[in-house]
């Protein structure tokens, strides 16, 4: 499976971005798709969560009525909608894929990784 994980850039505190995670190689219906994060010198952190078929998401609770992750099977994508964006939200988001039906919120379980996009909220 390949991701490509787009839709980032600069926004000040309180805007919004949508983050795309576009998916090739595999029957993408077939996997629970995830977001994470990574600020400078920080470990990976668990974002969003969807399950393969849509019906069950889960959030750290830091996003939680903030963000909102969706996936179109049709299309083969992830989204990761951002509203209210903070400073503290400011990092590289990734997305990654997991051949499962259920959300999986551990980075190392996750199968396949995307390259990662710039999210920065500046003050």
């Known amino acids: 499976v390949q991701l490509q994980a787009s839709g980032g850039g600069l926004v000040q505190a309180g805007g919004a971005l949508r983050l795309s995670c576009a998916a090739s190689?595999?029957?993408?219906?077939?996997?629970?798709m995830g977001w994470f994060r990574q600020a400078p010198g920080k470990e990976r952190e668990f974002v969003a969560a969807i399950s393969r078929s849509g019906g069950s998401t889960d959030y750290v609770e830091s996003v939680k009525g903030r963000f909102t992750i969706s996936r179109d099977n049709a299309k083969n994508t992830v989204y990761l909608q951002m509203n209210s964006l903070k400073p503290e939200d400011t990092a590289v988001y990734y997305c990654?894929?997991?051949?499962?039906?259920?959300?999986?919120?551990?980075?190392?379980?996750?199968?396949?990784w995307g390259q990662g996009t710039q999210v920065t909220v500046s003050s």
């Open positions: 990654a894929s997991k051949y499962t039906r259920v959300v999986h919120t551990v980075p190392r379980e996750y199968d396949y």
């Open positions: 190689g595999r029957p993408f219906g077939l996997y629970a």
